[in-house]
């Protein structure tokens, strides 16, 4: 069974400061793997999804990276903003229905 | 956004009665999905669809039954609420293999 793990749950940054959330699965047999973002009370926006054969992708301040041999992604994000406040999560798609298995998340505070 | 809504948004109910949730899809998206979201669990497949008529079952499947008689519309069913099933529910869309997108959530309270 694929499980999805998001290190750290909680993270508190200044504004301007660049870094990194961590996502780790147990079985590299995926199709793709996605990173939302989610604001309280609200739905899942969908941020980058990377193909089983790529190792990054890139959107304006976001970079998403896959190794799928270990097991990880992180996504990088630069220069943080205070809008950036959110909860970020990792999903990977498995199975020819591309069902997605969620990480819990890592909830994002960007303080001014 | 992608052309997704679900209603209600939010719903109270009691114990034993019968619960519909409806996603409404514009995009023509082959694959329908439904999630519920809790505390601690994150968020956990249901039920899904690959096509009208065709669904089957996610992980946590037990007590609820989905139908897609048409390409747009993707119910869930609760026959019979309990008060585990209070939770956050969500619906997505996709075409295999590519990204899959949420709808807005139904809350639904189960008293």
């Given at each position: 069974k694929q499980e999805v793990t998001q290190i750290p749950a909680a993270l508190s940054v200044p504004e301007g400061e660049n870094?990194?959330?961590?996502?780790?699965?147990?079985?590299?047999?995926?199709?793709?793997?996605?990173w939302f973002r989610q604001d309280?009370?609200?739905?899942?926006?969908?941020?980058?999804?990377?193909?089983?054969?790529?190792?990054e992708q890139t959107?304006?301040?976001?970079?998403?990276?896959?190794?799928?041999?270990?097991?990880?992604?992180?996504?990088?994000?630069?220069?943080?903003?205070?809008?950036?406040?959110?909860?970020?999560?990792?999903?990977?798609?498995?199975?020819?229905a591309s069902k997605l298995t969620f990480g819990t998340g890592t909830r994002l505070q960007v303080t001014l | 956004d992608a052309g997704i809504t679900q209603?209600?948004?939010?719903?109270?109910?009691?114990?034993?009665?019968?619960?519909?949730l409806r996603c409404h899809q514009t995009e023509n998206h082959r694959y329908m999905y439904?999630?519920?979201?809790d505390p601690g669990?994150?968020?956990?497949l249901i039920h899904y669809?690959?096509?009208?008529?065709?669904?089957?079952k996610g992980e946590v499947s037990d007590g609820y039954s989905v139908s897609r008689s048409k390409t747009e519309d993707f119910l869930l069913t609760l026959e019979s609420a309990t008060s585990s099933q209070t939770s956050v529910y969500f619906c997505a869309i996709s075409e295999v293999p590519h990204e899959q997108f949420f709808g807005p959530g139904t809350r639904l309270t189960v008293l």
């Open positions: 870094l990194v959330l961590n996502c780790s699965f147990t079985d590299s047999a995926i199709y793709n793997l996605q309280p009370g609200k739905g899942l926006t969908s941020l980058l999804l990377i193909q089983s054969s790529q190792r959107s304006g301040r976001l970079n998403a990276s896959l190794d799928k041999s270990s097991g990880r992604s992180t996504l990088y994000i630069a220069a943080s903003q205070p809008g950036d406040s959110a909860t970020y999560l990792c999903a990977v798609h498995t199975g020819t | 209603s209600p948004r939010h719903k109270v109910t009691e114990t034993g009665t019968p619960v519909t439904w999630y519920r979201q669990h994150g968020l956990r669809s690959y096509g009208v008529k065709d669904t089957d």
